[in-house]
């Protein structure tokens, strides 16, 4: 089982940035699959982005292009980097790990199995 915490939100006002750190430990040499969900107030969590072992990224239609998804070198920690922010994306953002079973990885829940505590990001007008 594979143990993540997230890191990095806070309160930012609109147009600005931030960047969300997911601690990983115990994470396996290959088939793996990383993502960032998020979970406005009173909404449904939803996927954001996925980055997989070989290489493979996709992002959500709703954010890409605000939106960069990354690894450090020693794939221990994964980052979310949000630009241009706007007030709705205020939520909870969690990172999640699972089996990496298709050349790509999926933005759907049911792909991981291994979800983080979450951190809150504000977003102020």
């Known amino acids: 089982q594979v143990a993540l915490m997230e890191s990095g939100g806070g309160s930012v006002q609109a147009g600005g940035s931030i960047r969300l750190s997911c601690e990983i430990s115990?994470?396996?040499?290959?088939?793996?699959?990383l993502a960032w969900f998020q979970q406005p107030p009173g909404k449904m969590r939803t996927a954001v982005a996925n980055?997989?072992?070989?290489?493979?990224?996709r992002y959500t239609v709703s954010l890409k292009g605000r939106i960069t998804i990354s690894r450090d070198n020693a794939a221990n920690t994964l980052y979310l980097q949000l630009d241009n922010l706007i007030p709705e994306d205020t939520a909870t953002y969690y990172c999640?790990?699972?089996?990496?079973?298709?050349?790509?990885?999926?933005?759907?829940?049911?792909?991981?199995?291994?979800w983080g505590q979450g951190t809150q990001v504000t977003v102020l007008s």
């Open positions: 115990e994470l396996p040499s290959s088939n793996y699959c």
């Open positions: 999640a790990a699972g089996p990496r079973r298709y050349t790509d990885c999926h933005l759907v829940q049911s792909s991981y199995d291994s």
């Open positions: 980055l997989g072992d070989n290489g493979s990224i």
